[in-house]
């Protein structure tokens, strides 16, 4: 009788796993939690090439989409708070970072957000964007409380965790003055959203360190600049569209970004400046027919922002949609054209560390060989891959809609199907350089 009670006590302390998989759905294998020690061994051996998302997932159970975007990115990728374009406006980078921003209020007009005295009654959206992202930080920390998971347990070195946030350039070009005007046209405006911004994120920073249960946590933040190229342009148009904003000039954007760098390093956070989409200055000056779009001196700017003691700033960017384009350009199918990593050659000599969003729908083994193919292309070593991170391509759109499903549960296998093949490319992409 002793043994038999017991191998029915052993069957009951099994592990059951949390979620079955569904008709039609792929995970990575699991692994056990890499501390840094091994992180560093496995270094030796071979590149650490890391997995991450974009941010956004569809859907609207924000628990379900922090499940699967832990179960996808474990040790030793990154694995990010999700946003549910899906919740309306609150859960969008820009409401997120606005409830970050403090000693301001918002509000929404017909065309936008719009800064208010923060007394003021037209305050209430402002304070919903609060309420959202403290409510989603809270429901991480239940995740995180109950699961014992060991979110950035002991790494000091690697970013443990990730936020998406709309960048200070795109901040002010996206919020209006109470007189009506966008705040980057006014510099003392866009200087005190930008220290607003820097002043608060101690505060919610905190708060995500405490819901993870690590204190000494590398945040990693990833600032999103949608609007960088039509800033750099000149393109964006005044409220009454007869003319546009002047066009930013380069030691303008180089000092913001090293005032945030300086910031970052206080606070302990990595940076990562989402510039995908736009047009960088190209390693060899292009002869075009006509004359060309502003382009960004990408590099200049990675030195800009490089502060000793603080952790290394990455950018992320698409080496197809970085290229300058113009007349008489030639259209190559994406991923297959040298000519377009020769700025991310560049900028990893130069020691920086870039996000990649490359990685498709396509059959893993494809991808993966054009990547280390144009890799090696281009003169890179593959001890360079450890500088690297890879992401999606595009945002996941719901497809068609099985007998039985609803778009929304099609979409969300969607984007965990994607995050696993990430995950996949990325361990495969590592062990092409062995």
């Known amino acids: 009788m002793p043994p038999q009670s017991s191998s029915r006590q052993n069957a009951r302390t099994e592990p059951v796993p949390e979620r079955l998989l569904l008709p039609g759905e792929y995970r990575a294998p699991e692994g056990d939690e890499l501390t840094e020690q091994d992180l560093a061994a496995l270094a030796t051996e071979r590149p650490l ?63 936008g957000w719009r800064m208010v005295h923060s007394g003021g009654r037209g305050a209430r959206e ?35 965790y ?39 994120l101690e505060r919610w920073m905190g708060s995500l360190r405490e819901a993870l249960q690590a204190p000494r946590a590398l945040i990693a933040v990833q600032l999103d600049e949608s609007e960088f ?10 409220v009454s569209g007869f003319r546009s904003l002047p066009a930013l000039q380069p030691h303008y ?55 000793e003691g603080g952790a290394p700033c990455a950018l992320l960017l698409h080496p197809d949609r970085a290229r300058l384009k113009g007349p008489g350009t030639l259209q190559v199918p994406p991923l ?28 893993v083994p494809d991808q993966v060989r054009r990547l280390y193919s144009l890799w090696r292309e281009v003169g890179l070593e593959p001890t360079q891959l450890s500088a690297v991170g890879l992401m999606p391509d595009e945002r996941i759109q719901s497809g068609s809609v099985p007998a039985g499903m609803t778009s929304a549960a099609v979409s969300m296998l969607d984007a ?10 990325a361990r495969a992409l590592a062990e092409c350089a062995v």
């Open 229 to 238: 190229q039509r800033l750099m342009e000149g393109a964006i148009p005044t």
């Open 336 to 363: 297959s054209d040298p000519r377009s990593w020769e700025p991310v050659a560049q900028l990893l000599e130069a020691q920086a560390q870039l996000w990649l969003p490359v990685v498709t729908s396509a059959r």
């Open 253 to 307: 954007y180089q000092q913001v970004y090293r005032r945030i760098s300086e910031r970052f390093a206080e606070l302990n956070l990595q940076l990562i400046l989402d510039v995908d989409g736009t047009a960088l200055k190209p390693v060899q000056e292009l002869k075009l027919l006509s004359q060309s779009r502003p382009t960004l001196d990408a590099l200049a700017l990675v030195k800009a922002m490089r502060v």
């Open 49 to 111: 090439v890391r997995a991450s998302g974009l941010g956004d997932f569809p859907g609207d159970d924000l628990a379900e989409a922090m499940s699967r975007v832990e179960g996808e990115l474990g040790s030793p990728h990154l694995p990010f708070l999700p946003h549910l374009p899906a919740l309306g406006w609150r859960s969008t980078p820009l409401a997120r970072t606005l409830a970050v921003c403090e000693g301001l209020a918002f509000d929404g007009a017909s065309f």
């Open 162 to 200: 990730k936020i998406q946030l709309a960048g200070p350039l795109t901040l002010a070009a996206s919020i209006y003055l109470p007189g009506g005007e966008r705040a980057i046209s006014d510099a003392g405006a866009s200087r005190d959203l930008l220290e607003s911004f820097l002043e608060g």
């Open 126 to 160: 402002s304070a919903l964007a609060q309420d959202r992202l403290l409510s989603d930080i809270n429901l991480l920390a239940d995740r995180v409380g109950s699961q014992k998971k060991r979110f950035g347990s002991g790494q000091d070195t690697a970013p443990a």
């Open 416 to 425: 965990t199907a994607s995050l696993a093949r990430v995950t996949e490319c």
